[in-house]
């Protein structure tokens, strides 16, 4: 049996395929994302000690009190975003980079943007070592968008603000959609937008969701 340098060769291999499975029943149709999920190695975005556990669907602590999202999520972000073709996607809340990696399979380039120093720092040396060449990271704050690169065609938020951020509307493109979490520590909705003209946008809420709340400002440590 074959075994990469983690050990979990083959095993992950088959708990992938169950998790892509799992996203299938929970109804995840996209055969497209449920390809991504299959391919992008979650087990590289997670320390060591984890590893064994990345293709279960939950999320997992990435350090700096932050989680890695769930997969289940994470694809189903994907799947309300992913609408013909995708140029230039706008994430916020990048955390280790695997919403990041799943979203580069698709879009022409990903913007990802994260507040806390050393995250961005990790983030932006995996990319490397698994040589994605269409992400960019930016140590920043997320309320404030990427505006040098904007307009974008989608923004995915993973953090939840308690209103949606005005700069981050201002950003998408017109017929651009945003997909993000809105709401306090214990109520949040995922919502979608899609900007349909100069001031007019469309607002669907969608399933109940817990993230880490989206803060303001940078963080150095
Ligand atoms: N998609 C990520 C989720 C990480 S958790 C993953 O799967 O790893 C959410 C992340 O949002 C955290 O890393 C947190 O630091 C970040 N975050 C919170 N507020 C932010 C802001 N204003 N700008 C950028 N990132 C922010």
């Known amino acids: 049996m074959m075994n990469d340098h983690r050990g979990i060769g083959m095993t992950s291999e088959r708990t992938r395929t169950r998790l892509v499975r799992q996203l299938k029943e929970m109804g995840i149709s996209n055969p497209l994302v449920l390809n991504a999920i299959q391919t992008v190695p979650r087990h590289l975005f997670v320390d060591e000690g984890l ?4 293709y279960e669907n939950t999320a997992l602590p990435i350090g700096h009190g932050q989680t890695i999202s769930q997969p289940y999520i994470v694809a189903r972000m994907t799947e309300l975003l992913l609408v013909g073709e995708l140029g230039k996607v706008l994430e916020i809340g990048a955390g280790c980079g695997y ?5 580069a399979q698709f879009a022409k380039q990903v913007y990802a943007v994260e507040r806390i120093a050393p995250l961005a720092l990790k983030l932006r040396e995996r990319i490397q070592q698994l040589r994605y060449r269409n992400i960019l990271v930016r140590h920043g704050d997320g309320m404030e968008g990427w505006p040098e690169n904007g307009p974008f065609d989608a923004i995915l938020v993973a953090a939840a603000p308690v209103t949606v951020p005005p700069k981050l509307l201002e950003q998408l493109k017109i017929g651009g959609r ?12 995922l919502l979608l937008i899609t900007r349909e003209g100069e001031n007019s946008y469309k607002e669907q809420k969608l399933d109940a969701v817990s993230f880490v709340p989206m803060r303001s400002g940078v963080s150095k440590i």
Do not use: I, T
């Open 51 to 54: 590893a064994s556990r990345a």
């Open 99 to 103: 919403q990041s990696a799943v979203l």
């Open 178 to 189: 945003m997909v993000l979490p809105v709401g306090d520590r214990d109520h949040q909705v």
